[in-house]
Nanobody, 126 residues
């Protein structure tokens, strides 16, 4: 069965960095776009970033553009989110998600994704 397992979350100071990983299994990873989304306390789910199946194209929410970088290693079935210049407002539970359509473009709508990980907590605080 499909499994997505996030790791790498933790506590960071404002201006600091964290790198999230999402290990995927149970499907042909290299055939699907992947995304990261987050949910802050008391707020709805926010799409953060997406990457196409071969890693050649990426997209970002305006709130993280220039600070976060998404990448993937299809040989390791893993997608990453490098987060730099972290802000307190980046505090959230971060999820990775698998696009439901074969080799499609990742988008910001929740319905575009059919599997989600359990999430990894990121807290940015001094």
């Amino acid at each position: 069965q499909v499994q997505l397992v996030e790791s790498g979350g933790g506590l960071a100071q404002p201006g600091g960095s964290l790198r999230l990983s999402c290990a995927a299994s149970g499907f042909t990873f290299s055939n699907y776009a992947m995304s990261w989304a987050r949910q802050a306390p008391g707020k709805g789910l926010e799409w953060v970033s997406g990457i196409v199946s071969d890693g050649s194209e990426t997209s970002y929410a305006d709130s993280v553009k220039g600070r976060f970088t998404i990448s993937r290693d299809n040989a390791k079935n893993t997608v990453y989110l490098q987060m730099n210049s972290l802000k307190p407002e980046d505090t959230a539970l971060y999820y990775c998600a698998k696009d439901r359509n074969y080799k499609s473009e990742p988008g910001p709508q929740v319905w575009e994704y059919d599997y989600w990980g359990q999430g990894t907590q990121v807290t940015v605080s001094s």
